[in-house]
């Protein structure tokens, strides 16, 4: 009996650690590491709520999955990661679900950092945020959105918009610069106001 209860155990603490889902708490954590820009701090969290839920699809999990890749792009310009690490781990997330932080919708003419714009590329309303840091100095990451319905823009005029979707690719800096670190392609998108 103790040597089925020895084999079971473990099987147990695998399931229900994979089996668990991020809460709100968790989410919470992790916003003063990114207030005070400690990207190393909201990598290390991040990787560790998710590591923990890997059967997860809440908006919460793609919240965090977007808070991980963001901060290991912060990383990045306090060369705390190389831009191809950063490649590495930002892919392993290609094909699930993303939610960003929300902007506000500006005019597309205005070109804002961290601000939701809609604009038509190839016949197709798509949306692109470009996120910074706090002092401006970086772009962490492009946003790029396809949507996976039709979206009215005016709808979201004076609001905050929350967008996600699913990864389809990312990419870094070909030169390998700091001035801008990645660009997120989303497919299957929405837009939320808030």
């Not at 699809?57 to 963001?70: A, C």
């Not at 990312?170 to 670190?181: A, G, Q, R």
């Amino acid at each position: 009996m103790k040597l089925i209860l020895s084999l079971l155990f473990p099987l147990i603490i695998a399931t229900v650690s994979y089996g668990q889902v991020i809460i709100y708490d968790d989410f919470k954590s992790v916003i003063p590491f990114l207030q005070k820009e400690d990207f190393k701090g909201a990598f290390d969290k991040t990787s560790q709520l998710l590591s923990s839920t890997q059967n997860d699809s809440s908006d919460l999990r793609g919240i965090v999955i977007y808070m991980n890749i963001f901060s290991s792009a912060g990383m990045v310009t306090l060369d705390q990661m190389s831009h191809a690490d950063f490649l590495k781990k930002a892919n392993k997330y290609v094909g699930q679900r993303l939610v960003m932080s929300a902007h506000p919708y500006i005019d597309s003419s205005a070109h804002g950092y961290n601000s939701l714009q809609f604009f038509t590329k190839d016949g197709q309303l798509q949306g692109m945020t470009i996120t910074a840091n706090n002092t401006k100095t970086n772009i962490l990451c492009f946003e790029y959105f396809k949507y996976a319905g039709p979206i009215n823009p005016s709808e979201f005029i004076g609001k905050n918009v929350r967008c996600g979707g699913t990864l389809i690719s990312v990419e870094v800096n070909p030169n390998n610069s700091k001035i801008w670190i990645s660009r997120l392609h989303i497919g299957n998108a929405f837009a939320r106001a808030m």
